[in-house]
């Protein structure tokens, strides 16, 4: 299993960016996937999920109706749409697929 995550940067309160997933070593379109986050001195928290057809879509509350979770099966590749990004959006983000990490990507809220 491979995951490889992109699309991080620094970028202004108010602002978006869109986190890439790329997923190889399995039969991705069989797998639920998720996003977490990893704030500094903080514990790892699920940010959201999406089943494996797309039909199931969970968020954390801190990011319902700013996060947009989308999957193409036919690129196996998962999505995370961040928009009106804030300062507690800072963290270090992680694509997920049952007991497998990647290696993350920085995303860093800040004026």
């Known amino acids: 299993v491979q995951l490889v995550e992109s699309g991080g940067g620094l970028v202004q309160p108010g602002g978006s960016l869109r986190l890439s997933c790329a997923a190889s070593g399995f039969t991705f379109s069989s797998f639920a996937m998720s996003w977490y986050r990893q704030a500094p001195g903080k514990e790892r928290e699920l940010v959201a999920s999406?089943?494996?057809?797309?039909?199931?879509?969970k968020y954390a509350d801190s990011v319902k109706g700013r996060f947009t979770i989308s999957r193409d099966n036919a690129k196996n590749t998962v999505y995370l749409q961040m928009n009106s990004l804030k300062p507690g959006d800072t963290a270090m983000y992680y694509c997920r697929v049952s007991g497998s990490w990647g290696q993350g990507t920085q995303v860093t809220v800040s004026s």
């Open positions: 999406i089943s494996s057809a797309g039909g199931n879509i």
